[in-house]
T-cell receptor
Framework: KAGVTQTPRYLIKTRGQQVTLSCSPI?????VSWYQQTPGQGLQFLFE???????NKGNFPGRFSGRQFSNSRSEMNVSTLELGDSALYLC??????????????FGPGTRLTVT | GESVGLHLPTLSVQEGDNSIINCAYS??????FIWYKQESGKGPQFIID?????DKRQGQRVTVLLNKTVKHLSLQIAATQPGDSAVYFC??????????????FGTGTLLAVQP
């Protein structure tokens, strides 16, 4: 079974631009979560999607948004990029449907550099 | 301003020895815990999980111990190998009024295996 895939793997953008990152979960997984990893803040939760609905959101400004499609693929968007948005953006999928939490499997991440 | 990178605690062990990585979690309501391994340039890799109704779980060469009284997790790796060298993260998942996947990560521990 193929793992979580993320595209692109590397991205360089300029301050003020916007960016869209894509994530394809493991087949059959309906929950997709996004995390930001930086040397200063570590791994931080951005948001989670399930059945095309955002179910949970972390403490990030409204410039960070996401969506999920009917095939469970997800995208996240960052508008008006700032230097501090430079990070590894990780997507994780989970077989969670309802009830208790389940393991999350991470993709390789998208390395975003803002100049 | 300049961000300061997280200072990762480092555990240095000899090949063949057992390793114990510790983690303190923050939320007494957390009911699910996961250990991840992250190698340079890769996304976190699932190692083992444990639910709050258990205090010990074993996998292949790994054991996770949970002490809810003091909110402490540990990961034991038997017969540590050079391939185990990586950063290890613990993560907790607290229920927020229903099923959710919102992992809160610890700062990580760098495991360095000396041949």
């Amino acid at each position: 079974k193929a793992g979580v895939t993320q595209t692109p793997r590397y991205l360089i953008k300029t301050r003020g631009q916007q960016v869209t990152l894509s994530c394809s979960p493991i087949s059959g997984h309906r929950s997709v979560s996004w995390y930001q990893q930086t040397p200063g803040q570590g791994l931080q939760f951005l948001f989670e999607y399930f059945s095309e609905t955002q179910r949970n959101k972390g403490n990030f400004p409204g410039r960070f948004s996401g969506r999920q499609f009917s095939n469970s693929r997800s995208e996240m968007n960052v508008s008006t990029l700032e230097l501090g948005d430079s990070a590894l953006y990780l997507c994780a999928s989970s077989p969670l449907s309802s009830g208790a939490s389940y393991e999350q499997y991470f993709g390789p991440g998208t390395r975003l550099t803002v100049t | 301003g300049e961000s300061v990178g997280l200072h990762l605690p480092t555990l240095s062990v000899q090949e063949g020895d057992n390793s114990i990585i510790n983690c303190a979690y923050s939320n007494s309501a957390s009911d699910y815990f996961i250990w991840y391994k992250q190698e340079s340039g890769k996304g976190p890799q699932f190692i083992i999980d444990i639910r709050s109704n258990m205090d010990k779980r074993q996998g292949q060469r790994v054991t996770v111990l949970l002490n809810k009284t003091v909110k402490h997790l540990s990961l034991q790796i038997a017969a540590t190998q050079p391939g185990d060298s990586a950063v290890y993260f613990c993560a907790e998942n607290a229920p927020y009024g229903g099923a959710t996947n919102k992992l809160i990560f610890g700062t990580g521990t760098l495991l360095a295996v000396q041949p």
